[in-house]
């Protein structure tokens, strides 16, 4: 049996209470980046991809459709950092299995970090450590929800690089961000949420 070929993300008539339908695709290496006003449903998107919350529609990864493929399964391959990540243990390196090492140094982060307490870390520290955190995954998918709001420009265009080393290396997202120049640097394709329904930017 030949192995199957990557196709990516792929939802048609994707819709909750309040957002949709959404249909869309993301090949692999490929970034979808959305914009649009906060509360119009960027978020939501993300959540009902990563079944996180009801939704109805179809969803495929990789023409396997999500219902076919257990929850804890399809969240480790489709996976979502949220704005406000959570933190379920006391010290940072608790939630790595291998410690990103190399990746942290790139992102500006001082070498004792993954010894320390999550809560002895600044807000700009546990947004770039939640990257590495998701990155650490090496999902298939990224459902990336405005992972450099609290960072500086300078740590900001460093979660970039990375987030553009795991697209080359084949990985698809989708972006949800408040800033356009973000949008033009990372994405292959640009929307806007409005409302709850999307639209080309």
């Known amino acids: 049996m030949s192995a199957r070929v990557a196709e990516g993300l792929r939802a048609e008539g994707l819709e909750g209470e309040h957002a949709g339908p959404f249909t869309l695709a993301v090949p692999?290496?490929?970034?979808?980046?959305?914009?649009?006003?906060?509360?119009?449903?960027?978020?939501?998107?993300?959540?009902?991809?990563?079944?996180?919350?009801?939704?109805?529609?179809?969803?495929?990864?990789?023409?396997?459709?999500?219902?076919?493929?257990?929850?804890?399964?399809?969240?480790?391959?489709v996976a979502y950092g949220a704005a406000e990540p959570g933190w379920w243990r006391e010290r940072v390196g608790e939630h790595f299995a291998t410690l990103p090492e190399a990746q942290a140094r790139r992102l500006g982060l001082p070498v004792d970090v993954f010894a320390r307490r999550v809560a002895e870390c600044s807000t700009g520290e546990r947004a770039r450590l939640a990257l590495l955190r998701l990155?650490?995954?090496?999902?298939?998918?990224?459902?990336?929800?405005?992972?450099?709001?609290?960072?500086?420009?300078?740590?900001?265009?460093?979660?970039?690089?990375?987030?553009?080393?795991?697209?080359?290396?084949?990985?698809?997202?989708?972006?949800?961000?408040?800033?356009?120049?973000?949008?033009?640097?990372?994405?292959?394709?640009?929307?806007?949420v409005r409302a709850g329904r999307m639209e080309p930017a």
């Open 135 to 192: 990155l650490a995954l090496r999902p298939p998918v990224l459902l990336l929800d405005e992972p450099t709001g609290a960072l500086d420009g300078e740590s900001a265009l460093g979660a970039e690089a990375l987030i553009a080393d795991a697209l080359r290396a084949g990985a698809a997202a989708i972006l949800v961000t408040h800033s356009p120049d973000q949008a033009m640097r990372l994405g292959t394709a640009r929307a806007q």
């Open 28 to 77: 692999p290496g490929d970034c979808l980046a959305i914009t649009g006003p906060s509360g119009a449903g960027k978020s939501l998107l993300l959540r009902m991809v990563a079944d996180l919350v009801p939704s109805r529609g179809r969803v495929w990864l990789d023409g396997v459709e999500r219902s076919a493929i257990a929850a804890p399964a399809w969240r480790r391959r």
